[in-house]
């Protein structure tokens, strides 16, 4: 029987590609790793690795098991942090996934409430721009994802959240700010600056410019909603972003935006989270707060 530790063993050696360093990082002999992992070969009879010089390579069989442990292991861990908050007398922590990368401002307006009516919650948010939402949210890495392109997943429900304009920002001397809308064509000349995510995941490419075969004279990528404004309002290029935004602005003077387009690019922000039962017993009450909260 497949079991927890056999799981692990298989994550170790995928990951440090050894069975000495395997053995190592889960505080075990190397005799009782083998052991393990030879005692469940023989029990279904197929090889799980396969030896490439020093290092180890999973087989066919091996790729089934790793996984397995992909996907179930994060539960474990999620859960024992669960227990272990229980046990101090903690509620839980809430983990939020961020794919709306503008949009931790109007999280903020969501999250301050949170804590004060859940004193004993903690909320962690991952916005790193390599980060997978989805599978996060399907893996237990996440339990709730922010996202304005929700992926269907028989396992995952969005509630859309509010409606927004995504659009194009720029100085108020730009040429482009006294057209009534943007053209495709329009960017032809302008630098435009994004977060550094890949093109086929900002709408300003895969709904505007790419269908259009048209694209920009330069493409620069800048981590921070921040940085990327003042790049706007020193007249350094063109961004794209949601018209809430730049409405909020304290300081937005030297800041225009104009429609993607005759007919605009709308868009929804959407919260979602596994359908499975709410175990930590507050994500709902956080949908809620967050569809009263609007941009």
Not at 115 to 123: E, G, H, N, S, T
């Amino acid at each position: 029987m497949i079991d927890r530790q056999h799981l692990r063993i298989v994550k170790a050696i995928q990951t440090q590609g050894t069975v000495t360093d395997a053995a190592k990082s889960l505080f075990l002999t190397q005799s009782a790793l083998s052991h393990a992992m030879k005692k469940l070969e023989a029990t279904y009879n197929v090889p799980l690795w396969e030896k490439e010089g020093r290092r180890l390579r999973l087989t066919q069989a091996g790729h089934s098991v790793m996984a397995l442990a992909d996907r179930v292991l994060p539960q474990f861990e999620h859960t024992e942090e669960q227990l272990k908050r229980f046990s101090e007398g903690k509620q839980g922590i809430l983990r939020i996934g961020m794919e709306c990368h503008p949009c931790f401002e109007w999280l903020l307006k969501v999250v301050a409430p949170f804590l004060k009516a859940y004193p004993d919650v903690d909320v962690d948010v991952m916005r790193a721009f390599s980060f997978g939402g989805l599978q996060a949210l399907h893996g237990y890495d996440i339990d709730l994802l922010l996202t304005p392109d929700p992926l269907k997943l028989n396992t995952i429900t969005y509630t859309p959240v509010f409606e927004y304009e995504q659009v194009l920002v720029m100085h108020k001397m730009n040429t482009l700010a006294d057209k009534p809308f943007i053209t495709p064509t329009d960017l032809a000349n302008e630098t435009l600056i994004t977060y550094p995510v890949e093109q086929s995941r900002l709408d300003v490419f895969s709904q505007f410019l790419t269908p259009a075969q048209c694209s920009v004279k330069r493409h620069k990528t800048i981590e921070t909603t921040e940085i990327i404004l003042q790049m706007v309002a020193a007249d350094r290029g063109v961004t794209a972003l949601p018209n809430w935004l730049i409405d909020e602005l304290d300081d937005n003077a030297n800041l225009v935006y104009r429609p993607l387009g005759k007919h605009g690019l709308p868009k929804t922000l959407y919260i979602g989270h596994r359908k499975t039962n709410d175990a930590l017993g507050f994500v709902e009450e956080f949908i809620k707060l967050a569809c009263d909260v609007r941009a």
